[in-house]
């Protein structure tokens, strides 16, 4: 079992980019998946979810209306789409699947989700 994010990379701060979240042993299918990020010194931060049907997300306020997650099940990949970035979203950013049995639900706590990655560095410049 595994998830591996990509994409993440050096942009200037009003620049954007495309975080992928590739899981391999076991399909997304039934999972509620999350996007979360963990600063330098600071606690892992919960950024956004969406339920195993793609039907509902959820973010928290800091990113809302800058970030969106989506998925594509037939590509067992999730992604998200970071827009107007600022230097404070400087931060590894991970991905996370937990087991949903309603196709509903997603969460936003990090003991909720099951399997992590290892994370992928953003870094916006001033």
């Known amino acids: 079992v595994q998830l591996v994010e990509s994409g993440g990379g050096l942009v200037q701060a009003g620049g954007s980019l495309r975080l992928s979240c590739a899981a391999s042993?076991?399909?997304?299918?039934?999972?509620?998946m999350g996007w979360f990020r963990q600063a330098q010194g600071k606690e892992r931060e919960f950024l956004a979810a969406?339920?195993?049907?793609?039907?509902?997300?959820y973010y928290t306020d800091s990113v809302k209306g800058r970030f969106t997650i989506s998925r594509d099940n037939a590509k067992n990949t999730v992604y998200l789409q970071m827009n107007s970035l600022k230097p404070e979203d400087t931060a590894v950013y991970y991905c996370a699947a937990g087991r949903s049995p309603v196709g509903s639900s997603y969460y936003t706590g990090a003991n909720e989700y099951d399997y992590w990655g290892q994370g992928t560095q953003v870094t916006v410049s001033s």
């Open positions: 969406i339920s195993w049907t793609g039907g509902r997300t």
């Open positions: 042993g076991f399909t997304v299918d039934d999972y509620a």
